[in-house]
């Protein structure tokens, strides 16, 4: 692994002539965002560039463009190693051990260009560049292409990609991960045509029948340790015709007493995904005890279990956390 600047990874990015690009899997409006808009830049400098996931795309971010082209090989059985021909792997918001078979689908022979802002990164890209400072990876694209090609370089919809992963990792600039650099980009892509408005407005859209489940899920909240973790525990029966459950755990956050915030949502029979949030503790080292990863105040992670099962190891490790902090 060769850790690179930000502009020399933008520099071997654009060596390349065929780039699949990629984020993590359950993805979301930073993964997906930062990925069109590279994709988007890569092609106007003549690039033959293509964004691939291996999970469902919400389609609440079908408004970005580029999103119909996206090529989700989710819902295939079986992939035939190095049936994408590319030049170059480029992972973002993320790293190797989370993208899913989209590394098989390009070839493990492909070279990777990883560009993350996750502290939990394992550095196993060929080519790495990771500041965890930062609130969003597309705010390290924003920084990239500017870098590369100075505000020449953003379209309207590029701008609107990058806004979106910015706006949606901030929790729109509430989350303290914001920074004066974040508004400072924010107002550059503004500039350029992102239309804060529009896309909050967009974002915010939900199905009667989604809301209907948050008001179901917000019954069963459950209080462990005093008040100080709150939980959502969704069967798969409950959520498997929702597309997104992005928010619910929002609704357990700001709860006064609540420090750790945790969701669990049995995504198929026997794999649950966990999502943490907290007020000041580390519930990244808890997400990595599972194999997951994320941020110091933002986790989250996959456990192949029961949900009763997943909903018993976590509890019990963020109670070791919070209980441990109190008599630290």
């Known amino acids: 692994m060769k850790k690179l600047t930000l502009i020399e990874a933008g520099q071997r990015i654009l060596e390349a002539g065929n780039i699949a690009i990629t984020a993590h899997v359950s993805p979301d409006g930073d993964g997906i965002g930062s990925a069109l808009g590279l994709c988007q830049y890569l092609k106007n400098n003549g690039k033959k560039a293509m964004v691939v996931f291996d999970d469902r795309l919400p389609?609440?971010?079908?408004?970005?463009?580029?999103?119909?082209?996206?090529?989700?090989?989710?819902r295939r059985q079986?992939?035939?190693p190095g049936e994408m021909t590319a030049d170059l792997l480029v992972v973002l918001d993320t790293d190797l051990g989370r993208v899913g078979r989209v590394r098989d689908y390009v070839g493990r022979n492909t070279p990777a260009v990883n560009i993350d802002h996750h502290r939990t990164n394992d550095e196993q890209?060929?080519?790495?560049?990771?500041?965890?400072?930062?609130?969003?990876?597309?705010?390290?694209?924003?920084?990239?292409?500017?870098?590369?090609?100075r505000q020449g370089g953003l379209t309207r919809d590029i701008a609107t990609c990058l806004y979106t992963g910015i706006c949606t990792d901030t929790g729109f600039f509430r989350y303290s991960n914001t920074r004066p650099s974040t508004h400072r980009a924010a107002a550059a892509l503004v500039e350029a045509g992102a239309e804060p408005n529009v896309i909050s407005e967009t974002l915010e859209a939900r199905p009667i029948h989604r809301q209907r489940a948050l008001a179901a899920a917000v019954q069963t909240m459950e209080l462990f340790s005093d008040g100080r973790i709150g939980g959502l525990f969704l069967p798969y029966e409950q959520v498997k015709d929702i597309e997104s459950t992005d928010g619910f755990i929002d609704f357990v956050r700001v709860i006064d007493t609540v420090?750790?915030?945790?969701?669990i949502k049995e995504i198929q029979p026997r794999r649950c995904k966990v999502s943490l949030r907290s007020r000041r503790l580390d519930v990244g080292s808890v997400a990595m005890e599972f194999g997951g990863g994320g941020h110091y105040r933002a986790a989250g992670c996959i456990i192949m279990e029961t949900l009763d099962k997943a909903r018993e190891q976590v509890i019990r490790a963020v109670k070791s956390l919070v209980e441990g902090e109190a008599h630290g």
Not at 59 to 74: H, M, N, P, T
Not at 259 to 263: D, S
């Open 125 to 149: 890209a060929d080519y790495l560049f990771c500041d965890y400072r930062v609130s969003a990876t597309a705010e390290l694209i924003y920084d990239l292409i500017v870098g590369l090609d």
């Open 259 to 263: 420090e750790v915030a945790v969701l």
């Open 78 to 80: 079986e992939i035939r």
């Open 59 to 74: 389609a609440a971010f079908r408004f970005l463009k580029g999103y119909e082209e996206i090529v989700d090989i989710s």
